[in-house]
């Protein structure tokens, strides 16, 4: 399947939801050469991403991101994707081709003005968000985000950045029990909403190892 080359420019908007979750509990969902970062003493960053692509990106999409921890391999840092969630079929292929990440193809719905996100696989319901509307606004300000990733034996780091204008928000996240990220402790959390967002996710670093 065609898809466009590494790196995608991305426009639209989006949110994410920080948590501090317990490191015990995300080990299982992170590579297991990969040293999970502690922010707090047994605790390490995770969040929830959604957004939406709109007219001007290389592809115009939906996608969920779950990223259970900040991890670190020798001096690369960056979120881990557990789970990755989109509505086109060459974002999948893509995504998978380009950076080894785990995509794999859901419907959406998220009504904004009512604040409210849902993700479901068929009946399965992944997760549902429901998002206060943004406390305040910050304008153009720069978005970056480095992750690794891993495509067969290798392990990838890549990064977007860009700028949007931001918003402080709340949310409450759904998550059923039978939700594959369920384990992983998401409830309430704060974040930011991200609008008029240019993001490019860079090519994938392929990184040494021994």
């Known amino acids: ?27 299982a969902f992170v590579s297991p050469e990969l040293s999970i970062l502690a922010v707090l003493p047994g605790k390490t960053l995770g969040g929830i991403y959604l957004a939406a692509y709109q007219p001007g990106s290389v592809l115009e999409y939906h996608e969920l991101i779950i990223i259970p921890a900040l991890v670190r391999y020798r001096w690369r840092l ?3 994707i557990s789970h990755i969630y989109v509505d086109e079929q060459r974002s999948v292929a893509g995504g998978r081709d380009i950076w080894g990440l785990p995509k794999q193809l859901a419907e959406f719905t998220w009504d ?4 409210q996100g849902v993700v ?8 549902k968000l429901c998002l ?3 406390l305040f606004w910050l304008r153009g300000l720069p978005v970056a985000l480095p992750a690794l990733s891993r495509k067969e034996e290798d392990l990838l780091w890549f990064q977007g950045t860009g700028t949007a204008r931001l918003g402080i928000t709340r949310g409450e996240v759904d998550i059923p029990l039978t939700s594959p990220f369920s384990a ?8 930011i909403h991200l609008h008029h967002l240019e993001l490019v996710v ?8 021994p």
């Open 120 to 127: 479901r696989q068929g009946a399965q319901l992944l997760c």
């Open 112 to 115: 904004e003005s009512a604040g």
């Open 1 to 27: 399947m065609k898809y466009p080359p590494a790196p995608w420019r991305l426009r639209g908007r989006a949110v994410c939801l920080f948590y501090l979750l317990d490191i015990a509990r995300v080990r």
């Open 78 to 80: 960056g979120a881990w």
């Open 184 to 191: 992983l402790g998401f409830s309430r959390g704060f974040g």
């Open 132 to 134: 206060s509307q943004p």
């Open 202 to 209: 860079s090519a994938p670093v392929r990184l040494t190892r």
